[in-house]
């Protein structure tokens, strides 16, 4: 029985030549020319790829054909691997002696479960390894050519998810909803009605500007401009669904509370010429 | 006299074969491997390269030869051209008829002057686009193998900048502190101590874990990891300059006020299989 029928038996098998390893790799937003050059050197070197559900099926032309690929989730929440199977998986594949690739969606750092992969890994002895990708709110700014900060009116970018576990909380808007702040809700395409009742009750306008991008990236990719009155109705009826962020950019100047506890830069700072 | 001498004067030439346009391209933190394909194609294609500090000098291995390489800045406030400068030298190049690049470190949405190279393209009608790259957050995290979000720990990650505009006011920490948030400072270190002070101010303990990476993903990378009450001591010790990002994460469990104000999520809400 290997780890793929049962992944719950973790042993270390005899090691091979070189000992295993795992690497978490970002795919980014889902076209497969926005991997980077680093992602594609690890794909190629895999001897197993764990991949994803929102990952086009030309990144896996970078995987050596020889390689096993293992997919492990089509639908939020619907045939899908639980994650501590993915766990198991992959620190089994590890200690099998295999190179082993967990290509996520996005940036492995940013709502990609990344920590429990790392610990199962460490748990075990296994070596593990990030390489970053290109996240969904980058991606689905530049699909819009709306940047998420500007000079003078938006200084922060909060990254935030309407999703969340069943009966679990979902985070407190009424510290993000701030002047200068641009928010991002990933995966949200589920709460729009009860994302805008929660702005609305904080004070952001009903005429507020809102941007929508799904499948950013993809052949299927899409994009709406809206207002927050408006969101749930025109992604219902332009049948915009998840995978999606939404894009909310509170100016600075439309509230006066901005000034509201800052601490003055000394005129000596230095002058910020793109980060 | 051409552009370069003088970009202020910007005079649409005689169209060649093609028009002109601009593409932002994000070049990720700096490696030449953290370039996607994407970012890779248009450097190819470009006849001028319009790129910043903070780029590898490899990733420039990827323009032809016989394309114009412009560096328009060194270091933050030292040696680089004012924005405005930058602005009107890439339209003024498009409008010549050239295929521009605007290469710039990180992603072109998060803290990269983005916005005003839209306004001044779109403003002589010239066609641009942004190809979104690595930000630094995601690479310092793929580095420190130290994810911005955790489920049931934090679940937002606000990006802030410690840095602007002399006599300008620093962003508002108050709202970005709150526990279920990590916080990711950018081109901070050369604010530690007022940014150290503000944090205690709100209830930030202390022996609060912080890490920082600078130059992540270069030859020159360094990671450090300190409390809040001796990072300034730490960081001047060890040398560690700009570019850095500081990440400081705030668990759900360490203060009590996590509940407040916030709505439950309805039980038949999807499971979050990572994004």
Redesign the interface.
């Known amino acids: 029985m290997s780890y793929l029928d049962n992944p719950s038996l973790i042993v270390p098998a005899a090691p091979r030549g070189k000992p295993g390893r795992i690497t978490l790799v ?1 795919a ?2 889902g ?8 992602a ?2 690890y794909l190629g070197q895999a001897d197993v790829v764990f991949y ?1 559900r929102l990952v086009d099926p030309e990144t896996l032309e970078y995987v050596r054909s020889d390689a096993e690929r293992i997919f492990v ?1 089509k639908e ?2 619907a045939h ?4 501590p199977r993915i766990d198991a998986a992959i620190v089994a594949a590890a200690l099998s002696g295999k190179q082993v690739v967990r290509l ?13 992969e ?1 610990s199962a890994a460490r748990a075990h002895g296994v070596e ?12 689905a ?3 819009l ?9 938006t ?7 309407a ?10 808007l ?3 909803a ?1 002047p ?1 702040t641009t928010l991002v809700f ?2 949200a395409m ?2 729009l009605k ?1 994302l805008t009742g ?1 702005l609305l009750a904080l004070g952001v306008g009903p005429d507020q500007p809102v941007s929508i991008a799904s499948h950013v990236s993809r052949h299927n990719a899409r994009s709406l401009h809206t207002t927050l009155q408006n969101m749930s109705a025109d992604c219902a009826a332009a049948g915009i669904d998840n ?1 999606a962020v939404i894009i909310v950019s509170l100016p600075k100047a439309d509230i006066d509370e ?18």
């Open positions: 970002g980014g937003p076209a497969a020319d926005m991997l980077t050059l680093r594609i050197r994803d989730g939020i929440g899908s691997w639980p994650q996520k969606s996005g940036d492995p750092s940013i709502f990609g479960r990344a920590t429990e790392i593990i390894e990030v390489v970053a990708g290109v996240t969904a709110a980058s991606a700014a530049a699909s050519c709306q940047p998420l900060t500007e000079r003078g009116v200084d922060r970018v909060v990254l935030a998810t999703t969340c576990r069943p009966g679990e909380k979902m985070s407190n009424q510290d993000l701030r200068g990933y995966m589920r709460q009860q929660r995978p901005t000034h509201r506890g800052m601490a003055e830069c000394s005129s000596g700072e230095a002058l910020l010429e793109g980060i």
